[in-house]
């Protein structure tokens, strides 16, 4: 079989796809399309092309239609980014009779004008959807395309994920700033306040990947608090220190909207360190699969988290992270979602029946 994916520009969640490539090459003949770069990618287990970004005089028209001709893919995937362009890509390949997918990559929730009407098109458009997380799914299962929605979230290369060597306690707690609302920052703030005794101790890894302005109110409340003597920030940081923190944290605090990092908890979870995360997102498995704490989105509620945490043996520890590692290799590693894309091709080709529950709800998870 052979799949065609369209992603306009490199940046994470390309990473993400080409960390899956590597696994999804394996099973399929892959080919990955790029608009033109200074910066060309070399990826193992699939072929890279690059076509112009240029809509005038249709010259990314005609070398998208030359590059269809060429491979003649089974199924197009494309990566939408609320662009014109990935709307014309879309409706010459469905001219031509092919087959496309469309993942949306948490977009939705951002466009606006003309951006949110080319998204609509596209999603009515499409053959099949895939999304990311369960609250993207409650987004946009009230709309008339939700029969043809399929959840796959982002996987993890566990080749590269080391897991920690002990779990000795660690007095470090990891959070990702990044796409938290002013709500969540003040809870968390709250907190660390309220328990800045029991954490006196501690150092509150920040990681500052959210805008400037949502930066420096993080900042300016950490000291109005008077709390900045706990907290250390961290920026423009490589993937590779990333890891490092993951693996040198002893809990990881997730302040997100819905979907909007839960690929920060399979990291964490993959390094063998455990979570906190709110009622505010779709991680009741760090209950069910005790690694880690699913809580209301309250002071009081995260406060006890982080007092269990700190009351747990090192056997306790132990126990937990290697449940949250044994939960991603199980369900979200690169392979399993491999697996995922190739039934959701497959159905596409009609070489195989899609279950009746997915018809409805169709929730998988990498």
């Not at 969640?13 to 394996?26: C, H, Q, V």
């Not at 030359?66 to 469905?94: A, F, N």
């Amino acid at each position: 079989m052979k799949i065609l994916l369209f992603t306009p520009y490199i940046e994470e969640s390309t990473e993400y796809n080409f960390s899956l490539a590597k696994e999804l090459g394996t099973l399929v003949e892959l080919h990955v399309a790029f608009f033109k770069t200074e910066y060309p990618a070399y990826r193992r287990n699939c072929t890279v092309h690059y076509i112009s970004s240029s809509i005038l005089p249709g010259k990314m028209k005609r070398e998208w239609m030359e590059l269809l001709k060429e491979i003649e893919p089974d199924v197009v995937h494309i990566e939408d980014r609320g662009m014109y362009q990935s709307t014309l890509i879309q409706k010459c390949t469905q001219q031509l009779g092919y087959k496309v997918v469309v993942s949306p990559q948490h977009m939705l929730n951002r466009g606006a004008g003309l951006r949110l009407l080319y998204q609509k098109r596209m999603l009515a458009r499409a053959d099949a959807i895939v999304i990311n997380s369960k609250a993207e799914w409650a987004m946009l299962s009230k709309r008339e395309y939700k029969e043809k929605m399929t959840v796959i979230a982002h996987g993890v290369e566990m080749d590269r994920v080391k897991l920690k060597t002990d779990w000795e306690r660690r007095k470090k707690i990891l959070v990702i700033n990044r796409m938290g609302t002013e709500d969540e920052m003040e809870m968390f703030i709250d907190t660390v306040s309220l328990l800045k005794q029991e954490l006196r101790e501690y150092r509150i890894a920040i990681i500052d990947e959210g805008s400037p302005l949502y930066s420096a109110l993080f900042k300016e409340t950490v000291k109005e608090a008077g709390v900045e003597h706990l907290f250390d920030f961290y920026e423009e940081i490589d993937k590779e220190n990333k890891w490092r923190l993951y693996r040198e944290s002893a809990l990881y605090v997730l302040l997100a909207g819905p979907g909007e990092a839960d690929h920060t908890v399979r990291e964490a979870l993959a390094s063998g360190t455990p979570v906190v995360a709110t009622h505010e997102t779709s991680w009741e498995e760090l209950e069910t699969n005790h690694c880690g704490w699913w809580v209301e989105a309250s002071t009081e509620a995260m406060a006890e988290a982080i007092k269990e945490y700190l009351q747990l043996s090192e056997k306790g520890l132990d126990i937990m992270g290697r449940n949250g590692r044994k939960l991603v290799e199980e369900k979200y590693s690169c392979s399993k979602v491999a697996g995922q894309y190739l039934t959701l091709y497959s159905q596409m080709q009609g070489n195989i029946q899609p279950e009746k529950q997915q018809t409805k709800f169709s929730y998988i998870f990498n």
